[in-house]
């Protein structure tokens, strides 16, 4: 009789969202390269830019990153 064990591991991570409003975008090529730059960033999980409202909306680890780096990076 086979007998098997499973573990599994979850990590928790203190995760935080931000919407951030952007001027300046002239195309949709600015939203593209602002969201692949904050991607690129350690503790960015997700960072979406919508060219038409002017926005970012960004989820990240707020234990790596904080708001202030986040606009920096933009």
Not at 15 to 26: A, K, P, Q
Not at 42 to 61: M, P, T
Request: with cysteine; proline share 1%.
């Amino acid at each position: 009789m086979w007998r098997s064990l499973i573990i599994f591991t979850i990590e928790i991570m203190p995760t935080e969202n931000v919407n951030l409003s952007i001027t300046g975008m002239h195309c949709a090529s600015c939203a593209t390269l602002i969201a692949k730059n904050l991607q690129t960033k350690k503790g960015v999980q997700d960072a979406n830019v919508n060219f038409a409202s002017s926005k970012a909306l960004i989820r990240y680890d707020s234990d790596i990153l904080d708001a202030k780096a986040l606009i920096s990076a933009v």
